[in-house]
């Protein structure tokens, strides 16, 4: 019989493409069903090892994604949220958790895959309520799952009369070094290990492979995975390459033991098989299921000495932005509603040098355009509005307390700062954004224009430093100091637009340029308007 080749590529590849949108289409809504609050769950849940575990494998399911859940631990580290203890157990969880699309696709319902996507569109286009919408592009991407492994098989079915085909699963057999090296290379090119491991049930559905080939393809589609992890951490944190030296040593060492144990582990497989019944893909579910388990139970124990080991081979001390409170102590709010504004204020005096460092951070991102500042102004951005909700949540609980008249001015005072602390926030990611813009589209500044921007971000976050040495020591003097240098920005504002003018007008910079200069130098304008704000409430408090 002769193969029509372009018939079996656009096929495989057409079922591949559409599998993987499916997956991502499906994870994508099930987060959004879910809500904003899979890093609370993270944040809160992961007290240990074993809730980590639990976790993550509760939050790959959700989003159908296990790097995807790595991305979101290496965050949490980051931002001191989270021990890599606890990071290691979240990991050996999502390694489980991405199990679960192997055994939504052992189903047998391959037939109803194109009514199911028809009842997920007919929810996404014909009802306007979001939550249906979302509950939709579940549906949808489930039926797509079917569908494009339905595809992939159709198109796999010509090649068990192709001998050179035959021939490679035999090598795959007598040789199971090569299938994993085979799994660990499909899994990097496709870079999704629930896309190699539905290529691998479609094959062995069809035949094409025998288990004992087959389980080696497995073992080496989970050390491919970590590929993805190990190239989104280069030249990013410490934090992030831990995670990722951690991600690849568990799957590596697990892959290894399973190899050596192949013999039982494929008598074993065979075994469960006839006693469940089960069909060729379940067959493979039940494997990749029983691998991650069986490694994680296996690895559990070793997880400090992990963390040990990439400590010692990555070494160096991880910068951390805490997003977490250090003050605010519930327990003073019912007891000493005083004291419980006092930790407040500790806590917003802390909030507000994140804003300092985030404006540092942006400056040197101007100067250098080293990513490194932008990932961290971000980072701090993120952990000013976390702790702006934390503080505005802990002084609505004061505010519901019995307090002086002194008190609730000062309350009054803490509430419109954390306020102003955080449109700070705002403003510098704006600024990152348009150095972005800048970078991305190759916009060149004039030496001018740096030497205002120079002049103007020294003297806007020399301001708002003082304005939060005015709050810590509630010092009147300090507070009209900062009103002095707040009128010296919004001045240097309206003449640096002038020059800018000229620019434009003499041909030295183009138009995009401008954009961006101006918008840089009424964002520096609106911080010093945000300080100034700190500084008048501290005058308007004589209490």
Known sequence: MEMNWQEILFSFVGGLGVFLFSIKYMGDALQKAAGDKLRDILDRFTTNPFMGVLVGIIVTILIQSSSGTTVIVVGLVSAGFMTLRQAIGVIMGANIGTTVTAFIIGLDVGAYALPIMAVGAFMIFF????????????????????????????????????????????????????????????????????????????????????????????????????????????????????????????????????????????????????VLDLEAKMQIAFAHGTFNVANTIIQFPLIGAWAYLVTKVIPGDEVLVEFKPKHLDKNFIEQSPSIALGQAKEEILRMGKYSVQGLEETYEYLKTKNKKNAEMGYQLEDAINNLDSKITDYLVLISAESISAADSTRHTMLMETVRDIERIGDHFENIIELIDYQETNKVK???????????????TIATVSKSLDALDTTSHELAREVAEQEDLIDKMERKFRKKHILRLNEGACSAQAGIVFVDIVSNLERVGDHAVNIAEAILGNRA
């Open 445 to 459: 500044l004039t030496s001018d224009a740096m030497e205002d921007l120079d002049e103007m971000f020294t003297l």
């Open 127 to 274: 009802f306007k309520k979001n939550q249906i919408q979302n509950i939709g592009q579940v549906v949808f991407g489930f039926g797509g799952l079917f569908f494009g492994m339905e595809t992939m098989s159709g198109a796999m079915k010509p090649l068990r009369e192709l001998p050179a085909f035959i021939d490679m699963t035999v090598n795959l057999s007598e040789f199971p070094i090569l299938g994993v090296a085979v799994g660990t290379l499909v899994t990097f090119i496709v870079q999704s290990s629930s896309g190699t491991v539905a290529i691998l049930q479609g094959l062995y559905a069809e035949n094409l492979v025998t288990l004992d080939a087959a389980l080696p393809v497995l073992f080496g589609d989970n050390i491919g995975t970590t590929v993805t992890a190990v190239l989104a951490a280069l030249g990013t944190s410490i934090a992030a390459r831990r995670a990722a030296a951690v991600h690849v040593l568990f799957n590596l060492i697990g892959s290894v033991i399973f190899l050596i144990l192949l013999v039982p582990f494929t008598a074993y497989v065979e075994w469960i098989a006839a």
